[in-house]
């Protein structure tokens, strides 16, 4: 099991230029399990994310992985425990599937330690996980956003990392692909341990999955806990500014999310259902 590794933010003041982002942030991540990060658009998600797998240095506080800095440490050795897929990855023209999926080893290389077996089952793995062995030999260039987003998902796997930063890795997938590359992280969790942070959009999805909910609010912690304790009616009206009821997931058992529109009356609880038969009467 991989899930003896901590990552925190402590104080973290973050943003570009003159404009600040994230304000004074302290959260932890539960290690081993899987977490994501929610909140309305341009609220830090992804600059949070930025900064915890540093590519982001902080104006102020600091981000810690096992007790050290993280942008203090050697970006080799950060590599080798903590991967990142970001949001709009960019392939080198003309690179085949196999080749960008390789490039997840390459923290594993050095001068005394050359590509070898164990890469080639890394890849293999990470493949055939994410279902893109057959685009192997196609460029990327090629690929469909659905599938060029399975490849890198594919690359990060191929990593091999303990701690895993996704920013919304079901972008441009579909329905059955969303779930399907949901379930393969919760497998990847279940059975090596690995810690899973991911900023998703869809938020009933973020509570199916996630075992811990971040939510972010103009640039700071608005709440953070288990599905159950984040996702309710007035936490989704603070932060996304949207009325709803919430209510159990037929499937997960989790909280369902369900948003009310302007043109959407809320029957009181009491009131009867309405068949089809009624709603073709009252035509």
């Known amino acids: ?95 085949t599937v196999a080749d960008l999926v390789g490039r997840g080893r390459h923290p594993h290389q050095s001068v005394f330690s050359r590509w070898n077996d164990q890469d080639d089952a890394a890849v293999d793995s990470a493949l055939e996980a994410t279902r893109t062995t057959e685009l192997a030999d196609r460029s990327v260039d090629e690929l469909s956003g659905g599938q060029r987003q399975r490849v890198w998902i594919a690359m990060a796997l191929a990593q091999q990392t303990d701690l895993l930063l996704l920013d919304e890795p079901t972008t441009f997938l579909d329905a059955s692909h969303q779930i399907e590359v949901l379930d393969l992280l919760t497998d990847l969790n279940q059975a090596r341990g690995t810690t899973i942070v991911m900023v998703l959009h869809d938020l009933n999805l973020a509570a199916r999955y996630a075992d811990h909910l971040i939510a972010l609010a103009e640039g700071r912690l608005h709440a953070a806990g288990t599905p159950e304790e984040v996702l309710t009616c007035e936490n989704v009206r603070a932060v996304f500014g949207l009325d709803s009821r919430v209510i159990e997931d037929p499937v997960s058992l989790r909280p369902l999310m369900l948003p009310i529109g302007r043109h959407h009356v809320v029957p009181p609880r009491d009131a009867p259902a309405r068949t089809g038969v009624a709603r073709e009467a009252g035509r």
């Open 1 to 95: 099991m991989t899930s003896n590794h901590s990552l925190s933010a402590e104080r973290l003041t973050l943003g570009y230029g003159e404009r600040t982002v994230i304000e004074s942030l302290d959260l932890a991540v539960p290690p081993g399990r899987i977490t994501a990060i929610v909140g309305a658009n341009a609220c830090g998600k992804s600059t949070l994310l930025r900064s915890m797998s540093r590519l982001l240095a902080p104006r102020e506080g600091r981000v810690v992985l096992d007790g050290k800095e993280v942008h203090r440490l050697p970006a080799k050795q950060l590599a080798r425990t903590l991967g990142l897929l970001p949001q709009s990855p960019i392939a080198p023209e003309g690179i």
